[in-house]
Nanobody
Framework: QVRLVESGGGSVQQGGSLRLSCTASGSIDDIKANIECMAWFRQPPGQGREGVATFCVGSRNKYYADSVKGRFTIDQGSAKYTVALEMNSLKPEDTAMYYC?????????????????WGQGTQVTVSS
């Protein structure tokens, strides 16, 4: 069984920066069998879950939502199945619960339904 462990998040003023990190834990065989891409999604209060950024381990391709392009960067961490999300120039509309997710067969890299394993979430709050 693969578990996603998130860290980071918190509160920041508009224009500030935050960094989120997500590490897959479990047996390496389970991790390799179940993860091709790792992603960050977010869910603002009272709204649906939206894809923010995705990193695919094999291809090393990265995908971003239009709303965060140029401000957020997703990168592989020091461990192969760790991803970090660097968030700069934060806006109040970035306020949300941020979730790490992973999946094996990804047809649409920013679509929640393609990901079958989810972390607990970490809150990001941006004040104006």
């Amino acid at each position: 069984q693969v578990r996603l462990v998130e860290s980071g998040g918190g509160s920041v003023q508009q224009g500030g920066s935050l960094r989120l990190s997500c590490t897959a834990s479990g047996s390496i065989d389970d991790i390799k069998a179940n993860i091709e891409c790792m992603a960050w999604f977010r869910q603002p209060p009272g709204q649906g879950r939206e894809g923010v950024a995705t990193f695919c381990v094999g291809s090393r391709n990265k995908y971003y939502a239009d709303s965060v392009k140029g401000r957020f960067t997703i990168d592989q961490g020091s461990a192969k199945y760790t991803v970090a999300l660097e968030m700069n120039s934060l806006k109040p509309e970035d306020t949300a619960m941020y979730y790490c997710a992973s999946g094996r067969t990804i047809w649409s890299p920013l679509r929640a339904a393609d990901f079958d394993n989810w972390g607990q979430g970490t809150q990001v709050t941006v004040s104006s």
